[in-house]
């Protein structure tokens, strides 16, 4: 059994690196760096990818 002293030791995430989008089996994976580090990660269906890039357009246009 582990104790508290024994939990290996965590590396700091950095929310630095580009936005990143790839097509994984049959969804679509955006990794996207966070202000204060870490990343936010969402898994979607190319039908959920379509209506947020819309989305995105209209808010931005």
Do not use: F, S, Y
């Not at 969804?27 to 039908?47: A, N, Q, S, Y």
């Amino acid at each position: 059994m582990k104790g508290v002293g024994d939990m290996a030791a965590m590396k700091p995430r950095t929310g630095d690196g580009p936005l990143e989008v790839t097509k994984e089996g049959r969804d679509i994976v955006m990794r996207m760096p966070l202000d204060g580090g870490g990343r936010l990660v969402v898994e979607m269906t190319p039908v959920e990818a379509n209506a947020l890039g819309d989305a995105l357009k209209g808010a931005t246009a």
